[in-house]
């Protein structure tokens, strides 16, 4: 910044005019002073001198007149006379002139006394003179040596001495004064010199220190002009940018109205200048207000987005404000005019200057409620299960998880995990249909959450599994007392609509105890202790222990060795021979699968389908199982031709049916290995086709149409009526091993087997017995009149080698022809 306290050129050009005037007067002053000192002083010391040649003058004339007067006298030389006038004349000039020269002299006493004195003294004189003249030398001589004369002469003399020595005093006196003079003057200048001296000092070096000042004041405005000049350019150039911006602007803004008033959305263009916001018709339209109540303030706005989430937009917008970024974007809830809610998605476009500077934001509300609903509502069906409305496996497995982390906090919380599974649900949901299933399910819940506090949580974990936490319990005791409740508490016949249904549940307890880290794990251990339960009869709880936990690590290590016997294919094939009761001859096999566990050998399929089942697996093994059969008899077919009748029994789960390509596959498997369909049977489990009946219907007439056999397995452990089963195509009937084997020694199996056999055949099916142990079974078998007969009264399953050696050369005869009426084994 400039000084503005300094004076400016002309201030300093009085200032030295000013000081030079006064220097010169001094220094005039001076001079003259000087010079008039020296000219008064030259001057008074003439005087001076001259007063004191005066002084002496008047004394040397005076003696002189005397002298000249007497020699004269006494001489009588006219010369003398002469010099005697001579001198009087220049006495009174002498007189004449120190008058002049000091008038205060004309009164002084001792002249005025010499005047008259020197008037007789000069009358006695020139009489003396007149005496000579006129030859009377005696009497001259007389007057002037007389005494009178003497007198008149000593009173003169004094006189006059005293008149010179006036003189002289006043002569002395006028020096002394002018000596005082000078050493005053003396005095005045050496004040004066160095006065004006400090003062020129002064002055210069304020002069100095204005110049230095100026200088620095044109630096810093000529830096200043040049920065003006800099900034004049700039902003030339900057309007003339913003003219082409704003021409642009124009345009956009003429497109950005033209898009406001087309679309539906509330279009806002906000002027960081003004804080003015334009909006478009849309936020009325959208929002319910009339024109008048949308003021267009940037506070109006602020104003109606919901406290809640004001805070978080308006930093979101100074962000993008601040930041280099164009666009911004949130979600928030904007109040109506009816003061309720919409959700709405706001998007906004930074408008900046070349510097960088944010000038507007130009943007967008879309009014999202309906979207945000459907949100919601998914985020709530993601949670909840949607036909009890109960929390879902996954929030269910999330709060468990919260336990667990309270547990690990906290020492004296304990929690327990319920897993209840409806007993036989599924026939329920098969007779009854879907929609009372869901019924069920329903009432289930209220009856559920009847028994517990509102602080446990409730899940469905699909199908007919429930689970439940219960929070903060005392002991274990506390849960089974809970699992009690629930069993009571559905023991009470569910009324679904004209239907009175009885259910029971099989519950599965794991406690927090067992301080596991993973929801999973407490699941699993209930789900464990919840199998354990339907194992042991349904209808109860049973409360995870570490046995449970080690045959669930067994069944686990088993799913795993499954998967790899899948994989290197280690499953076999034994084939068990079938029988003519008839003929006693061998009639087919049963194939049946083994599997060569490389550590435990030779497993049976007890130990290892109902896994293979659960893990979905055994629609795998039954194809490589049939594939296997199919080609293994065909082989034997061709090498022993004696058996071309010989039949193959393959075992299929129900599942097949369900696929629908199943036939195509059958097709493919006779195809590939050239077996006559009449040589395969196909066995399929009596429970297997009620569970799955209407699929099993077109996949039986499909296979029948190919004229693949087809038999019922295991008759007698399902829950269907001959009569159900008339309408499939099936050849055969399989009674089950079960009441084969006692029906030598219970008559109520022998019954049985004998009803079986009467009824089967009335609907022209053959029979076969399993399980066939004893000669008496065999011999009660023939008389009932059963057809075929399989066990290891024959022989056990065997691998094919040893299955090859019954039909080398021709099927073996089994029983005796000859005691073929008494059974006797061959
Ligand atoms: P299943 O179809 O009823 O097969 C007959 C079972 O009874 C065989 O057991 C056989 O070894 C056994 N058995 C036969 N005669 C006698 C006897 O006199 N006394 C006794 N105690 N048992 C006898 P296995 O081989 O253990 O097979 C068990 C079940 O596994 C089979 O019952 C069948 O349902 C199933 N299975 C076997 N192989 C397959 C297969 O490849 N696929 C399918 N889906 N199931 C199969
Ligand atoms: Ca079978
Ligand atoms: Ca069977």
């Known amino acids: 910044m400039p000084d503005r306290t300094l004076p400016d050129g002309r201030f300093t050009f009085r200032l030295i005019v000013g000081m030079f005037l006064v220097s010169c007067l001094v220094f005039g002053g001076l001079i003259w002073h000087v010079f008039h000192s020296y000219r008064v002083t030259r001057q008074i010391i003439r005087q001076e001198m001259r007063l004191k040649e005066f002084a002496w003058e008047i004394v040397y004339l005076d003696e002189a007149l005397t002298m000249s007067a007497r020699i004269a006298v006494l001489t009588l030389e006219p010369e003398w006379m002469e010099r005697y006038y001579r001198f009087e004349q220049q006495f009174d000039e002498v007189i004449e002139e120190a008058q002049k020269l000091v008038p205060e002299v004309r009164h002084n006493q001792a002249v005025l006394q010499a005047a008259g004195t020197n008037d007789k003294l000069v009358a006695m004189e020139h009489k003396a003179i007149k005496e000579v003249e006129e030859g009377r030398f005696e009497e001259a001589q007389e007057i002037l040596f007389g005494g009178a004369y003497g007198i008149q002469k000593e009173i003169y003399a004094d006189a006059v001495k005293r008149f010179s020595d006036q003189l002289r005093i006043r002569a002395e006196e006028i020096l002394s004064g002018e000596h005082d003079r000078a050493v005053f003057s003396i005095a005045v200048i050496s004040v004066l010199i160095p006065l004006l001296f400090f003062a020129w000092t002064a002055v210069l070096f304020v002069l100095r220190r204005w110049q230095l000042a100026v200088q620095e004041n044109s630096r810093l405005a000529e830096r200043r002009l040049m920065e003006k000049e800099a900034a004049k350019e700039a902003l030339e150039m900057d309007i003339s940018e913003r003219k082409k911006a704003e021409e642009a602007l124009r345009e956009s803004q003429t497109r950005l109205q033209l898009v406001a008033h087309a679309t539906n959305d509330a279009v806002w263009d906000w002027d960081f200048r003004t804080n003015q916001v334009w909006w478009n018709d849309g936020i009325c339209a959208i929002f319910g207000y009339q024109p008048s109540e949308v003021i267009s303030d940037s506070a109006w706005w602020k104003d109606h987005i919901h406290s809640g989430d004001r805070d978080q937009v308006t930093s979101g917008v100074h962000a993008a404000i601040e930041g280099r970024g164009e666009f911004w974007s949130a979600e928030y809830r904007f109040r109506r005019a009816d003061n309720t809610y919409a959700y709405v998605y706001n998007r906004g476009y930074v408008v900046r200057e070349s510097s960088g500077k944010a000038i507007r934001m130009i943007g967008a509300i879309v009014d999202i409620s309906d979207r945000k609903q459907v949100e919601e509502q998914l985020l709530h069906d993601a949670f909840h299960d949607l036909v009890t409305g ?24 304990l929690f327990a995990v319920l897993f209840i599974d409806v007993d036989r649900f599924k026939v329920i949901n098969d007779s009854l249909g879907h929609a009372v299933g869901d019924q069920l399910l329903k009432t289930i819940t209220e009856r559920l959450l009847s028994s517990l506090r509102p602080s446990d949580t409730l899940a469905r974990f699909g199908g007919d599994k429930f689970t439940v936490l219960l929070e903060d319990i005392g002991d274990v005791n506390d849960a089974t007392r809970v699992a009690d409740r629930i069993q009571k508490e559905l023991t009470v016949p ?25 929801p999973e794990d407490f699941l699993r251990d209930a789900e464990t202790a919840m199998y354990r339960a339907k194992t042991l009869g349904r209808a109860r709880y049973q409360v995870f222990d570490t046995e449970m936990h080690a045959r669930a690590v067994s069944l686990l290590q088993m799913e795993t060795d499954l998967r790899r016997a899948i994989e290197r294919n280690e499953f076999e094939v034994y084939y068990q021979p079938i029988i003519s009761l008839k003929t006693g001859l061998l009639s087919g096999f049963e194939s049946l699968v083994r599997w060569r566990h490389p550590q435990r050998g030779i497993l049976l399929p007890y130990d290892f389908l109902p896994i293979l089942q659960e893990m979905g697996l055994i629609i795998q093994l039954d194809h490589h199982v049939l594939m296997e059969s199919c080609r293994q008899m065909k082989e034997w077919q061709k090498k022993f031709p004696a058996c071309s009748s010989v039949n193959m029994n393959v075992n299929l789960s129900a599942k097949h049916f369900a696929h629908p390509g199943f036939s195509d596959f059958v097709d493919q498997v006779l195809q590939e290995t050239g077996l006559n369909p009449k040589t395969l049977k196909l066995e399929i489990p009596e429970s297997g086709i009620m569970e799955h009946a209407e699929f099993v219907e077109v996949a039986l007439v499909q296979l029948k149409a190919k004229k693949v056999s087809l038999s019922i397995d295991d008759f007698g452990t399902g829950n269907s009526s001959l009569s159900a ?4 195509p099936i050849e055969t009937l399989k009674i089950d091993r079960s009441f084969v084997s006692m029906m030598d020694q219970k008559q109520e199996n022998l019954e049985i087997v004998r009803a079986i056999i009467v009824l089967a055949h009335n609907l022209s099916m053959d029979v076969v017995a399993e399980g066939i142990e004893t000669e008496p079974q065999l011999v009660l078998l023939r008389d009932l009149g059963c057809e075929y007969g399989q066990g290891f009264l024959f022989s056990k399953p065997v691998p094919s080698k040893t299955a090859e050696g019954f039909l080398s050369p021709s099927p073996k005869q089994f029983i005796a022809k000859t005691k073929a009426s008494n059974s006797r084994i061959a």
């Open 390 to 413: 109960l929390p879902n496996r996954a929030l269910f497995i999330d709060r468990l998880g919260r336990s667990i982390g309270r547990a690990k906090r906290r020492s004296d919380y």
């Open 494 to 518: 569910f009324n679904l609509g004209k239907q009175e249904v009885f259910i029971t549940v099989s519950i599965g307890i794991s406690q927090s105890a067992t301080g596991y880290d993973q």
């Open 725 to 728: 089963i008339h309408r499939f």
